[in-house]
Structures are given as structure tokens and as C-alpha cells.
């Protein structure tokens, strides 16, 4: 078979790897200047650093995996960060779950029916049964009124902005889930998160040396126009106004994209694309001359211009990026926020007085160097019986598949899961060439 992919993020370099792996031939398009999708990176003091903040759990086990593989396994580094939770102008700190009980921005009782949900939603394995509420519906009966918008309201914030009163209960039971996981099960563990020397980037550009060396074409700089099609068959790809033959075509574009570029698409398929809204991604990067807080995850629970303060250098050290102490400040937004029209400069503007509500000290003569990212894809909103708005890898254009982070649920959008879809969409496609072989076959 010869394979098109449109994208080479985690999904699509994942795919052509496994396809390759199946004795497949592999063509992937992407329209950035580099591999690696989300997971795009920059420099400070002459060390890639992710644009997005990134990290993984111990329950990733793919991307361990891809980095054994490509022979990066002894970059991967795995720290106990210290996590706080900022409400009422103070920082609380969140490192292991015993600081719920000195979290004393909710009652004694609040605190006490906190840790009971977390512990009974831990031991549930089903999280079909909270398919229908929301997460705050649930969570408000459970621990409370107050005890939620101390505590839950600012992490769902943290991830869906103004959107997190619409996010599913499932969704939340199983992140809480997982990151029980990622803790060793006592009461007094810490939570444990993988970050590799040199950013995770790394890994997606060893990836594509592989992909290439094993024959593959990886065309950069070429965004895909069209996915064409005939009598409800794929039949190639347009990208730079050249026409590119395939038997079978992956997109792992989201869904605004993927119909726009390809229009074929069944009335039917394009319903479930259209169900699933996207909050945009945004960080505002500083490189400060001395660290902001002590504090690598900082949630936001009061009302500030951004949800999450992500000191990268609490989790890994300052050292590694020429003594630049960095900051990210992110936010998820509707795709008409005023702040995606902002350059850095504003961004710091807007953000200034709330930095210093972290930090009093805060002055801008700290900040050596910043910078602004935003991501259309950032985040799909999970809203309650999201089960329906998952689109199937079979798109219904037959040879045509799709694989994107909309397809991870019950899952946490994460590479880990992206590297997974991207290998399950290369079984898939492989399993659909040799069914459409063996029928030629019989016909002859
Ligand atoms: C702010 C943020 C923080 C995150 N934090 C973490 C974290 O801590 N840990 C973690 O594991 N994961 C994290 N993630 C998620 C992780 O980065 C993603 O799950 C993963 O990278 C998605 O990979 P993908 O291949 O599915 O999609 P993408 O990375 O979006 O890949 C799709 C590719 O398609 C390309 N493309 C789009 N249109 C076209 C076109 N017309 N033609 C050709 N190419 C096109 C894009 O340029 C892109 O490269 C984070 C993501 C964001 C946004």
C-alpha cells in the first residue's frame, strides 16, 4: 500500500512508523518547518525547550516506550515536582495528597469529603456511568458547593477555561484515575512526572530520521490544500499545487481542518466532526533572571488572566538553559479571545498584575526574554456523552482515515495517547489493504 499522512505530530509519525513496520510505503506532509505537531519547540540559552509545557506520567508508557526505541531512553528523567494551588492570593501546596488536609481554603469537612471522592472515584473502574453529568453537577453534590470552587472549578479551568462547567464527569474520573496512577498508592506518595533532557521534541525529530531512513518521505512546509477523492474512494493528496497519488490517506488534522481540506467528507461524519469545539492553547513564555515561585504546577483558583503558571524550572533546573528561569502562563480560550491577537509584549501587559499577585516582588526588569504561542487544536472540550462526538477512525470515504486528539476518550489528550491512536490508525489502514487484496483476489 502506499500511505499519505497529513500531519507529523505524534498521530502521524507513530502511524508511519507501524505502517512502515507492516512493509508499507509511507508519505507525510506536514505544513510546519519541523516535525513534531503540538509538540513544537524553541531554544533558551541553546536548549530546545517545548513552546507548550509538556510532561508525562508514569502510566505513559508509549512514549517510554518510542524513546527506548529510537535509543533516547536515558534522556528521560523522572522528578517529584512540587505542585501548589493558588487561591485567596496564597499559594497551598499540592504534593501529596495528605496536603488536602492542610488545605485550609475549604472547611475541615470540605477537605474530609474532597479525599473521600477522590478515593471512591479512584476505585471506580467504569467511567461510563458518568457519561451524563457534568463534572461540576457531580462534583458540587459530592464535596460541596464551596469545597468545588476552592478545589475542582480552578483545575477544570486550568484545562477548559470558560468551557469547564460544560466538561464530563467521565472525563474527570478518569484523570483521577490515572493520576492516583501516577503515585506510588500511599497516602503520603508523591506524584512522579517524566521529562527528557534535551524536550520531548527530540523524540518526534529522532522519530522522522527513522521514518526516513526506513524509506519514508517526510515533505515539510507542505501544507496539504486537498484529500482527493473519486466514486467515494480516496485517491491522493494535493499539497504545493502538485498532485500526490495514494491507495489510502491518514489525516491527523483536528476537525475544523480536516473538513476543510477534505470536502468529500460524509454529511453524517462531518455531524460528529462539528459536535466536538475547540479551546485554543495559548502560552506566554518568560525567561526571568530568578525563579517566580518554588513551584513547578501552579494551579490558578482566583480569578486570573491565565489558569496554570508552569515553572518549567522547578521541575528541571535552571542551569540547563543558561541560568533563564522559565515561566509559562496558559490559558485556554475561545478562538475569538482577544488575547490570541496579542504579541508578547501585550500578553506581559495583561498579565503583569496577576503575575505579581503570585509573586509581590515580581518586576519586569526579571523578564530577559519572552514570548507568545498559540495552538488552534489546543484542547477539545469533552462535554458530557462524549462517547457520541467521537468521530470512528473510518471516515466513510473508503481508504480514508482519521486519527486526532478528539478520538482519545476517555483518555487526556497526551502524546502518549496520540502515539497510540496514530499506531492503531496504521492497523487499521493495514487491515482495510489487505481485506481490499484478499477481494481482488477472489474476483481474479
Ligand atoms: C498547551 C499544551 C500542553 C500539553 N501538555 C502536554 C503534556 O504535558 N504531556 C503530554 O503528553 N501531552 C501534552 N499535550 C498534548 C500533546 O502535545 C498532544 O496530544 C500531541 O502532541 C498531539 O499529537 P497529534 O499528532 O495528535 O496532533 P498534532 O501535534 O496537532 O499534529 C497534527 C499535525 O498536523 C499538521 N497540519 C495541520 N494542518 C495541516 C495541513 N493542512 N497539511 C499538513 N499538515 C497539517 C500540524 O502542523 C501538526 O504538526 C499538550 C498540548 C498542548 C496544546
Avoid at 534522556?75 to 501546596?93: A, K, Q, T
Avoid at 464530563?168 to 517524566?194: D, N, P, V, Y
Wanted: glycine share 10%.
Amino acid at each position: 500500500m502506499r500511505a499519505g499522512i497529513v500531519g507529523a505530530g505524534a498521530a502521524g509519525l507513530a502511524a508511519a512508523h507501524r505502517l512502515q513496520a507492516l512493509g508499507h510505503e509511507v508519505t507525510l506532509f506536514e505544513g510546519r518547518g519541523e516535525p513534531g505537531g503540538q509538540v513544537v519547540a524553541f531554544e533558551v540559552g541553546g536548549e530546545p525547550i517545548e513552546c507548550f509545557y509538556h510532561h508525562i506520567f508514569t502510566h505513559d508508557r508509549a512514549v517510554v516506550r518510542y524513546f527506548e526505541d529510537l535509543g533516547l531512553g536515558d534522556r528521560l528523567e523522572w522528578i517529584e515536582p512540587h505542585n501548589g494551588h493558588f487561591v485567596n492570593g496564597r499559594i497551598y501546596p499540592f504534593v501529596t495528597p495528605l496536603d488536602l488536609l492542610r488545605f485550609d481554603a475549604v472547611s475541615l469537612p470540605g477537605r474530609l469529603r474532597l479525599g473521600l471522592a477522590s478515593l471512591w472515584l479512584k476505585r471506580q473502574a467504569d467511567w461510563r456511568v458518568y457519561e451524563h453529568v457534568t463534572a461540576r453537577a457531580w462534583m458540587e453534590r459530592a464535596v460541596g458547593r464551596r469545597a468545588f470552587a476552592a478545589f475542582w472549578g480552578p483545575l477544570l479551568r486550568g484545562k477548559f477555561a470558560e468551557r469547564a462547567d460544560e466538561v464530563g464527569m467521565a472525563w474527570l474520573h478518569w484523570k483521577i484515575r490515572l493520576r492516583f496512577a501516577s503515585r506510588s498508592g500511599r497516602l503520603g506518595a508523591k506524584e512522579t512526572l517524566g521529562y527528557p533532557r534535551g524536550s520531548f521534541h527530540a523524540c518526534y525529530v529522532a522519530l522522522a530520521e527513522r521514518v526516513r531512513a526506513d524509506g519514508g518521505r517526510i515533505h515539510l512546509n507542505a501544507p496539504v490544500e486537498a484529500v482527493a477523492t473519486e466514486l467515494g474512494a480516496v485517491t491522493g493528496i494535493r499539497a504545493g499545487g502538485a498532485f500526490h497519488e495514494f491507495d489510502q490517506v491518514l489525516m491527523t488534522t483536528p476537525n475544523v481542518i480536516t473538513k476543510r481540506i477534505a470536502p468529500d467528507l460524509p454529511a453524517d461524519y462531518v455531524a460528529i466532526l462539528d459536535r466536538v469545539r475547540y479551546q485554543w492553547a495559548s502560552c506566554l513564555v518568560l525567561a526571568l533572571d530568578r525563579p517566580l515561585s518554588d513551584v513547578y504546577w501552579l494551579s490558578i483558583g482566583d480569578d486570573l488572566p491565565f489558569v496554570a503558571c508552569v515553572e518549567h524550572t522547578n521541575l528541571v533546573p535552571a542551569d540547563r538553559y543558561g541560568g533563564n528561569h522559565i515561566v509559562y502562563l496558559s490559558n485556554y480560550v475561545a478562538p475569538d479571545h482577544p488575547v490570541l491577537q496579542m504579541d508578547a509584549e501585550q500578553a506581559l501587559a495583561a498579565y503583569e498584575e496577576a503575575i505579581r499577585r503570585i509573586n509581590p516582588a515580581f518586576d519586569r526588569s526579571w523578564v530577559r526574554e519572552k514570548w507568545f504561542f498559540r495552538d488552534p487544536g489546543g484542547q477539545p472540550v469533552i462535554t458530557t456523552n462524549y462517547s457520541a462526538s467521537v468521530p470512528p477512525l473510518e471516515t466513510g470515504v473508503r481508504g480514508l482515515t482519521l486519527a486526532n486528539t478528539t478520538q482519545v476518550y476517555p483518555e487526556d489528550r497526551g502524546q502518549n495517547y496520540s502515539l497510540e491512536l496514530g499506531e492503531r490508525a496504521a492497523g487499521h489502514m493495514d487491515a482495510a489493504s489487505r481485506a481490499l487484496a484478499a477481494a481482488r483476489g477472489a474476483r481474479i
